[in-house]
């Protein structure tokens, strides 16, 4: 029915929209973002990891590399106008976030899903695979605090279940991957 962004930030925008639902007007708010992207590298039966110190959540924090698809929304929304493939520019940007987090050059990215956020938090977070790498050098940004480790299939699940891995979206999807490893074997 009615659709009106209320604040627009730098990567975020906020949305006031009013829907008919039978007889009734159902007033929804939410924040939209750009899409992100996570990669799992996997070399030897083991997992690359980011040790990152992070300000939020704070302190120490495993995560996939990755990162965003578009660096301001205005790039999101202008590819948006523009037809842009979102799995294309994620895999594009899931290349290029693991070179710099890392400093291993990916290549035959896989998707393997696509997480959407919830109801009031609207953001895709693009999750791709590869075996594919080579050794190139890291490229971090200023405020990053990265180390690149490996972490075998049982040290990864592990950090999954105790909580080192805080991104509760990516636990879920390395639960899939892992299991479905687990099932190959």
């Not at 627009?8 to 039978?22: D, R, S």
């Not at 050059?105 to 899903?113: G, M, N, R, T």
């Not at 050098?137 to 950090?159: A, S």
Request: aromatic residues 8%.
């Amino acid at each position: 029915m009615s659709k009106k962004i209320v604040f627009e930030g730098k990567i975020f925008q906020v949305v006031q929209e009013n829907l008919k639902h039978k007889d009734h007007i159902i007033a929804l708010e939410y924040v939209t973002r750009a899409p992100g992207v996570r990669v799992i590298v996997v070399k030897d039966d083991k997992i690359l990891l980011n040790e990152e110190i992070r300000h939020h959540p704070e302190g120490l924090d495993y995560r996939l590399p990755g990162g965003k698809v578009f660096d301001l929304l205005s790039e999101f929304k202008q590819a948006l106008d523009d037809g842009a493939d979102m799995k294309k520019a994620a895999e594009a940007a899931g290349v290029r976030e693991v070179e710099e987090e890392t400093g291993m050059i990916v290549s035959d990215l896989q998707y393997l899903h696509t997480n959407h956020g919830g109801a009031t938090v609207r953001t895709d977070i693009f999750y791709f695979s590869t075996t594919n790498l080579e050794e190139g050098d890291q490229k971090l940004e200023p405020g990053e605090e990265i180390k690149p480790v490996w972490k075998n299939f049982e040290e990864v699940k592990e950090l999954c279940f105790n909580g080192g891995i805080k991104e509760d979206m990516t636990v879920a999807v390395l639960f899939r991957f892992l299991d479905g490893i687990m099932k190959k074997k």
